[in-house]
């Protein structure tokens, strides 16, 4: 299983209407994607959520993580690159992924990135997330937990998925969900 991220920051004067659009008008080309779990269509705007940027971030998480090459080098993401330019993938290493049947329910979605000291033990790091991924799953807003890191940067990533807004907090991203792709 593997997560991968790509962001798009967006001027400050940027009409998100048009990112709004373009999830309703693309979001469900992507439904029934072989080897996907889910693409979350994820935006944010400045100052909503304590939100410091206008953000396009979608979001995915691969059950057959060579379904990802697939889509990267398909007409859709060609058609992205176009629109916005050539984003950084981020691709994640998922430790656990915790969904529920309520998934498409999501509205909002939740990213903590946090750093991994040197020489720590990823196994006792790993075994701690899992658990904490577990026992967000179980909070009722909650609809898919996903703990994962990142080896090339050393960091920590904690998504969620909910049906109602999280509270803010600073060391998370908040994000409207305006569409859930399923395969």
Request: proline share 6%; charged share 20%; aromatic share 12%.
């Amino acid at each position: 299983m593997m997560a991968m991220q790509y962001s798009f920051t967006l001027p400050v004067d940027y009409d998100m209407s048009i990112i709004d659009r373009r999830i309703r008008d693309k979001g469900p080309m992507l439904d029934g994607f072989p080897g996907l779990g889910f693409k979350a269509y994820l935006s944010a705007r400045k100052g909503e959520f304590g939100s410091r940027e206008n953000l396009y971030a979608p979001f995915y998480l691969w059950q057959q993580p060579g379904r990802a090459s697939d889509f990267l080098t398909g007409p859709g993401f060609r058609g992205l690159t176009q629109s916005f330019g050539w984003p950084q993938v981020k691709t994640l290493i998922v430790w656990h992924a915790e969904t529920t049947p309520l998934l498409a329910e999501a509205s909002f979605a939740t990213k903590e990135t946090i750093a991994i000291e040197p020489y720590s033990s990823l196994a006792d790091i790993r075994d701690e997330e899992i658990r904490q991924a577990q026992q967000q799953a179980r909070q009722r807003a909650v609809v898919a937990s996903i703990s994962a890191f990142e080896p090339t940067c050393w960091t920590l990533v904690r998504f969620s998925l909910r049906r109602s807004a999280p509270l803010i907090a600073d060391s998370s991203q908040i994000y409207r969900v305006g569409h859930i792709s399923l395969s």
